[in-house]
T-cell receptor
Framework: GEDVEQSLFLSVREGDSSVINCTYTDSSSTYLYWYKQEPGAGLQLLTYIFSNMDMKQDQRLTVLLNKKDKHLSLRIADTQTGDSAIYFCAESIYNQGGKLIFGQGTELSVKP | DAGVIQSPRHEVTEMGQEVTLRCKPISGHDYLFWYRQTMMRGLELLIYFNNNVPIDDSGMPEDRFSAKMPNASFSTLKIQPSEPRDSAVYFC??????????FGPGTRLTVT
């Protein structure tokens, strides 16, 4: 069945790069997503990548996709304290409408 | 657009009471999703609709949970009777093309 796995915690120093990793199992995924959740708020879509791409860059964010290994990563350059949040990886499943399968989330802590 | 609107933002109720959560999706979006988030189980998809029709309700925990979408701009999630283990944050999300889900701020439900 479909499954998305993430490590639970990541701690970095302000100004460093953060890399959050995700693995998924369904090879028919069409899109893969990264969402950010701040305390007490809903999930905010950060970026997404189509499954036939291997990289997407958007300002400080870089998404890398290794389709062979079913591995997705999100790199945040020059991490700021405001980036502290929980980051969710999600995959969409072919032929299941808009349904997404979410990972359990990685809590990013940025220390000054 | 105001984004996805959920009400109430917080609900505290006693065990056995009926609870109704409400959602207004983004205008023009034809998919609507209900999620539940807890520390133990993470983010779970409960049910989703396409053009007001329920497509997949396999995530609804049990018969105490029901969801309706009487029109394109309104959906409800009802729990009757409520139990303490239903305490969670309930999110509604909508999408127009099946790719980017936009989340509401959530309803924090506490059942005592």
């Amino acid at each position: 069945g479909e499954d998305v796995e993430q490590s639970l915690f990541l701690s970095v120093r302000e100004g460093d790069s953060s890399v959050i990793n995700c693995t998924y199992t369904d090879s028919s995924s069409t899109y893969l997503y990264w969402y950010k959740q701040e305390p007490g708020a809903g999930l905010q879509l950060l970026t997404y990548i189509f499954s036939n791409m291997d990289m997407k860059q958007d300002q400080r964010l870089t998404v890398l996709l290794n389709k062979k290994d079913k591995h997705l990563s999100l790199r945040i350059a020059d991490t700021q304290t405001g980036d502290s949040a929980i980051y969710f990886c999600a995959e969409s499943i072919y032929n299941q409408g808009g349904k997404l399968i979410f990972g359990q989330g990685t809590e990013l802590s940025v220390k000054p | 657009d105001a984004g996805v609107i959920q009400s109430p933002r917080h609900e505290v109720t006693e065990m056995g009471q009926e609870v109704t959560l409400r959602c207004k999706p983004i205008s023009g979006h034809d998919y609507l999703f209900w999620y539940r988030q807890t520390m133990m189980r993470g983010l779970e998809l409960l049910i989703y609709f396409n053009n007001n029709v329920p497509i997949d309700d396999s995530g609804m925990p049990e018969d105490r949970f029901s969801a309706k979408m009487p029109n394109a701009s309104f959906s409800t999630l009802k729990i009757q009777p409520s139990e303490p283990r239903d305490s969670a944050v309930y999110f509604c999300a909508s999408t127009g093309g099946g790719n980017e889900q936009y989340f509401g701020p959530g309803t924090r439900l506490t059942v005592t």
